[in-house]
């Protein structure tokens, strides 16, 4: 949100100040501020991860397996179940037509638990943890 901000900060700062030399000091201090906020934000919002992943409570440290496992599961049924349970009804002779769900809606949270978890695969091969846990 920080990044939409700066170039509109930055435009009033053509009305308001004349010296080009200080226009462009200004902007590059307020990049700069926003970019630490930004930094500040997602630091703190590992920290709070790294807590939650270490809580003894599955309804703590549980929530991301939950959502991966919920998804997952999602996904077999959309492609692979119910396709072989409409399959097999109607070979046998009794037609049926099984719910259908959003699909858009589970692919956004899949793909960034995926695209998460692509990042925790590369963190693994480049030796950053080992992956036990205390």
Not at 61 to 83: E, K, M, N
């Amino acid at each position: 949100m920080l990044n939409l901000l700066v170039p509109a900060v930055s435009g009033l700062l053509d009305k308001f100040i004349p010296d080009a030399d200080e226009k462009a000091k200004l902007a590059h201090e307020i990049s700069t501020l926003a970019e630490k906020q930004a930094h500040e934000s997602a630091m703190a919002q590992i920290k709070v991860n790294q807590e939650e992943a270490k809580h003894k409570s599955t309804f703590v440290s549980g929530w991301r397996p939950f959502i991966g496992w919920t998804c997952g599961t999602a996904l077999a049924y959309h492609f692979i179940i119910q396709p072989l349970l409409v399959f097999v009804f109607t070979v046998t002779g009794q037609p049926v037509e099984l719910p259908d769900f959003d699909m858009g809606s589970l692919m956004t949270v899949l793909m960034g638990m995926l695209g998460l978890g692509g990042l925790r695969t590369f963190e693994k091969f480049k030796g950053v943890d080992n992956g036990k846990r205390s």
